[in-house]
T-cell receptor
Framework: SQKIEQNSEALNIQEGKTATLTCNYT??????LQWYRQDPGRGPVFLLL?????KEKRKERLKVTFDTTLKQSLFHITASQPADSATYLC?????????FGAGTILRVKS | EPEVTQTPSHQVTQMGQEVILRCVPI?????FYWYRQILGQKVEFLVS????????KSEIFDDQFSVERPDGSNFTLKIRSTKLEDSAMYFC???????????????FGQGTRLTVV
């Protein structure tokens, strides 16, 4: 069956450090992968999309990599800030829908 | 900036009652979705809707659920006879021309928290 796995444990890091979040998938062959941010009690907010022929994509302090051989995406936040604390969701297209991973909670401490 | 709006933000209902959750997608979007999130769990797909018909639905979306686009702006989710396990946050989303097949992101509303008592 298709699975999307993200770090189940929260990631706690110090302000200014780089946060790295992992998304692994099985039984998918996605043409692209998306990352969303979700704050408590709020809807997911789109951050980045990376296509299968792109190894890396950047947007301001965010960087995403996509390795279709390893079936893995890494999401990096550089120079992290307390305001980056949230749950980060990996999402893949399956049919006519986005399928989300369970998300990884990021806590950035000042 | 355009946004997806959902009403109400919170609804409390008695078990067995019907509820209608309302959404106004972004105006030039053609693909619409409902997701739900039970407290502490992942965001789960319920249904996708395009060209006035359901394009895909999950196992969760049984006969108790229905969706409708009654006019040019609203998109509704109806639960006919609510159960305790329907308590969750329900998110509406929309995406532009081509939907996900065109590498398009989804725009989510802020959600309706449904509490069934």
């Amino acid at each position: 069956s298709q699975k999307i796995e993200q770090n189940s444990e929260a990631l706690n890091i110090q302000e200014g450090k780089t946060a790295t979040l992992t998304c692994n998938y099985t039984n998918y062959s996605p043409a692209y992968l998306q990352w969303y941010r979700q704050d408590p009690g709020r809807g997911p907010v789109f951050l980045l999309l990376i296509r299968e022929n792109e190894k890396e994509k950047r947007k301001e302090r965010l960087k995403v990599t996509f390795d279709t051989t390893l079936k893995q995406s890494l999401f990096h936040i550089t120079a992290s800030q307390p305001a980056d604390s949230a749950t980060y969701l990996c999402a893949l297209v399956g049919g006519n829908k986005l399928v989300f991973g369970a998300g990884t909670i990021l806590r950035v401490k000042s | 900036e355009p946004e997806v709006t959902q009403t109400p933000s919170h609804q409390v209902t008695q078990m067995g009652q019907e509820v209608i959750l309302r959404c106004v997608p972004i105006s030039n979007h053609l693909y619409f979705y409902w997701y739900r999130q039970i407290l502490g769990q992942k965001v789960e797909f319920l249904v996708s809707f395009y060209n006035n018909e359901i394009s895909e639905k999950s196992e969760i979306f049984d006969d108790q659920f229905s969706v409708e686009r009654p006019d040019g702006s609203n998109f509704t989710l109806k639960i006919r006879s609510t159960k305790l396990e329907d308590s969750a946050m329900y998110f509406c989303a929309s995406s532009a021309l081509g939907g996900f097949l065109m590498n398009t992101e989804a725009f989510f509303g802020q959600g309706t928290r449904l509490t069934v008592v």
